[in-house]
């Protein structure tokens, strides 16, 4: 197994449509196996494959704290939802550190295959709901920040693209032994660790 690179908003590659998936075999087991890997490491309890730019109708999710239920989603169909919705709280693996409130149908049945081709069918309802309609919209090149207002929006594109400079940065100068920590150039220091970062709220889940 190996970890994918995921992408991030406003990578374009994001917003491309995803296309079923015809053949079932060790390729995508592969693939399923290092999704999961990937979503596990992140951390987060979703993953399509539109996200580590494979734009194939994949999705993984384990919405356990035990991390031992995986459900693997091969070309998803919602056939019904309710009438009633809910709010949620959303992240996503491909917008770091955002969150917001979505509404969404609070249950939907899916008909999905396995990876290994056979068809099933699924009531979702809960966090599960969510995040299955949330990875969907990936596979339809879909990410969840268009839900919000325009002005938000362009703040958090402009937050991450920000943020994306920065990583550049910092990886051009790790050959040198030296850290980025921001902006400001006077900030530079000499180190041989790694970056810390603040592990999310736990009443909020990266999808």
Known sequence: MALLNILRYPDPRLHKVAVPVTEFGERLATLVANMAETMYDAPGVG????????HERVVVIDTTETHDELLVFVNPEITWASDEKQVYDEGCLSVPNVYDGVERPARVKVRAQDAKGAFFELECEGLLAVCIQ??????????????????????????LQKEERGLEREAALKAAGRRYYGDDESRFRRHAGVRRLRPARPDRCRL
């Open 47 to 54: 993953l399509a494959a539109s996200q580590v730019d494979v």
């Open 134 to 159: 949330h990875e969907m919209d990936h596979l339809m090149g879909k990410v969840f920040v268009e839900y919000l207002s325009p002005l938000k929006r362009n703040r958090i594109k402009a937050k």
